[in-house]
C-alpha cells in the first residue's frame, strides 16, 4: 500500500468531514453517522434534491467547500466509477463504495471492478459491494444500516467479507466491546491486511476478528499478520467456503477464490492466527481475549454451586488440553474448614448452595483455593430472568465475591452462564467493566480459553522460530503429466531418501535371473497408472525365480486386458525392506495461493482409512516440521512404541528438507507424493512415488 493511501485511510477512519453521495442510502448513512456520535460536518452530494437528512445538497463534488476526508458512495455502478475519479481528483481521503454489481457479477463486473481500481488512485477505497466502516472509538458510522455495538474504551476491530455478517455481527447478544466494524466486500483496493495494518497501532483494539472468505495475496497478509503477533494482538479467524457448495457461494458473492480448508488452516497456524470454527466460537473467543486476556498456562480453577456444573466443566475441559489440577493438602485442610460438610473439595469446586450469597462464606473459599496459584479462573452463574425470582443479588453477591479473589490473584477470569442467554446485559456489562469475561455458554467460555492459551504457546514458538518468507507461487498448470514410478524415484536420487535395490526389465525382455535378494516386488510402469495396486499393477512378496518370471507374465497379459490403451514402460522390480517401524506418507504440491504445501500422514492405505493428516504451508522449520510429525497418531510408532525401535528423527527432517528442495529447485514439478516412505532404524525408504509436472 502506497504512503498516499494510508495516509487516506487514516483520513477515512477519523475523518473531519463526512460526504454522502446517494438517494436513500444517503439519508440512513447520515442518520447514522449523528447515531454515532459523529460531530463534524456532513455534505450531502445529490443532483437532484435539495436536501437530505435535513442537511442541504450539494449538486457536484466540485461543490464541496473542502477535500472530504470520508465518503460515502450509493450510486448505480456507471456513476460510482466516475464519482470515484472526480473524488480522487478533488483530493479526498477514504470512500465507501456501497454500490455492488463489480467482480462478483462476471466478466462484464469484473471489466467494471478494474475500471474502479483505475479511477480510485490512491483513494482509501472500501468494497465494492460492502456495508462500510464503524469506527466506535471515533464516534463514526458510514453503515447503510441501523447498528448495535458497544465500546468501553477498548475493543476488538473486526473486518469481514460478507456486509450481513458484519450487521449480524454489531447485533449480538454477546457483549462483545467493538473498537471497529469494517464490512470489505470485494477488496478490489484495501484489503483486509490493509485494515489490520492499520488497527495494530491502536491502543484501544485488543484483538482482531477476521471473517475470511479468501485471500487475494496470501503473502502480503503474512507480512502484517506476523506484524500483529510481534505486537502481541490475538487475530482470530472465521474462514468460510470450506464445503463445495460454500466455495462455490463464495465465489459468486465477493468474487473471492475460497481454497482448499486444510490449506487455510495451516496458513493460520503458521502465523499464530486462532481458528474459530462459528460465529459463537468467534464472539466468545474475541471476548475473552479482549476482557481477560491470555492465560500464561492450562491450569484452570473452577467453581460452581452445582455438581452438574462442575463435571461439565472438567468433562468439556480435558479434550482442549486444559485441567483442573486437584487442590494441594493445604488448601484442602483450609476449603474442608470453610465449606459446608456436604461439599467436597476438588476442582472444580462445587462450594453448594447452604453458603451461596453469602460473601464472608464465598470470598474465603474463593481465596484459598486459588492460592494453590493457578493460570485463570471459571465460575458458573446461570442468572434468573428478570422478574422471574429474586434470587439475582445472590448470584451478584458470588460475583462480587469471585471477582475480588481473581482480581489478587492476578490471572484472567471469566463468569460463564451453562445457557447462553441465561446472562442478562446488565450483569455483562457489570463484569466488564471489572475485566471478568461474562462468557455464554461453558462449552464456548473453555473453548475460548483454550483458544487464548494455544495463541500464547505458538505466539512463543513463533517469535523464537521466525517463519521464512514463503515460497514464490505459480500459476496453476493448464496441463500435466506424471512421472512412471521409476522415473519419479530418479528425481530424488540427490537427496538422503533411499531407493529400493531394484532392476528395470523393458517388456518383452525374458526374465532368467535377477541380482536382487528375495522376497521381490514387482510392479508395472507407466506414467498412466497412479494407483497400481487397484489396477492390479502391483504384487508384493514373491519369493523365487519361477514365481517372478510367472508374476511378470500374469500381470502383463492382466493390464493388457484391463488398460490395452496405456503407455507402457516395463516392470520394475524391488527387494522388500524389512525391519519397518512406521510407514509416512509425504506430498509436497505448488498451490496457486500458497506457494509450496506439505502434507503428512499415515502411509499406505492407512492414508486413506484414518484421517490422519496434517498440512503445512512451506518453508518450515525443523521445529514446525517435528511439531507437525508429533500430530500425528503414528508418532507414537516413530518415537518407539512398546519396547520396538525408533526412527532417527533428524535423518527423517533432513529427509523432509531435501524431499521440498526437490520441488523447489524445479519449476516443472507440480507435485511430489511418496506413499509410503518406509522407516525404518536406520534407513528413510521411497517404496512408491508418483511425480506430476506441468508441460511447458
Known sequence: MTHNRIKNLERLLNPRHVAIIGGRDAEVVIKECRRSGYDGPIWPVNPNREQIGGLRCFKHIQDLPAPPDAVFLAV???????CIGDLRDRGAGGV??????????????????????????????????CYGVINYHRGLALWPFAHGGHHPGFGAAIVTQSGMFSSDLTMSQRSLPLSYMVSAGNQSVLRLEDFVNAFIEQDHVRAIGLHIEGLPDPAGFEKVALRAL????????????????????????????????????????????????????????LKFLCVAGKPSGR??????????????????????????????????????????????VSNPLDYTTPIWGITEKTHPVFVATLADGYDAAVIVQDYPAAGLDESKPYYQSDADSFIKATSAAGIPSAICSTIHENLDLETRNYLITHNVAPMQGINE?????????????RRDEIMQHPAVELYPTMPAPHKTYMLNELAGKQKLANSC??????????????????ALSFPLALKFLSPDLAHKTEAGAVQLGIGDIESLQISVANMQSHIGHTNPFIKQDGFLIEEMVSDVIAELMVSVR???????????S?????????????????????VSMMRALASLRISKLIEGYRGKGSVDKDKLLDCLEQIVSVIADDPAIVEIEINPIMLTANKIVAVDAVVTCREI
Open 76 to 82: 448505480p455502478r456507471k456513476a460510482a466509477i466516475e
Open 96 to 129: 465507501v463504495c456501497y454500490t455492488a454489481g463489480f467482480g462478483e457479477t462476471g466478466d462484464a463486473g469484473a471489466k467494471a471492478e478494474k475500471s474502479l481500481i483505475e479511477a480510485a488512485g490512491d483513494l482509501a477505497l472500501v468494497g465494492p459491494n
Open 230 to 285: 510481534a505486537c502481541d494482538i490475538p487475530i482470530v479467524a472465521l474462514k468460510t467456503g470450506s464445503s463445495q457448495i460454500g466455495s462455490q457461494l463464495t465465489i459468486s458473492h465477493t468474487g473471492s477464490m475460497s481454497g482448499t480448508d486444510k490449506t487455510y488452516s495451516a496458513f493460520f497456524d503458521r502465523l499464530g492466527i486462532i481458528r474459530a470454527h462459528d460465529p459463537s466460537h468467534f464472539l466468545e473467543t
Open 299 to 344: 491450569r484452570l480453577a473452577g467453581f460452581t454451586c452445582s455438581g452438574g456444573g462442575a463435571t461439565m466443566l472438567a468433562d468439556y475441559a480435558e479434550p482442549l488440553g486444559l485441567s483442573f489440577p486437584q487442590p494441594s493438602t493445604t488448601t484442602k485442610t483450609a476449603l474442608s474448614a470453610l465449606l459446608p460438610h456436604t461439599a467436597t
Open 445 to 457: 467460555c473453555l473453548h475460548a480459553v483454550a483458544a487464548a492459551t494455544n495463541y500464547r504457546e
Open 497 to 514: 531418501v533411499d531407493i529400493p535395490a531394484h532392476e528395470h526389465i523393458h517388456t518383452g525382455d525374458k526374465l532368467e535371473k535377477t
Open 590 to 600: 505448488r498451490d496457486p495461493q500458497f506457494g509450496l504445501v506439505l502434507m503428512l
Open 602 to 622: 499415515s502411509g499406505g492405505i492407512m492414508a486413506e482409512l484414518f484421517d490422519d493428516a496434517t498440512t503445512l504451508i512451506l518453508p518450515a522449520g525443523r
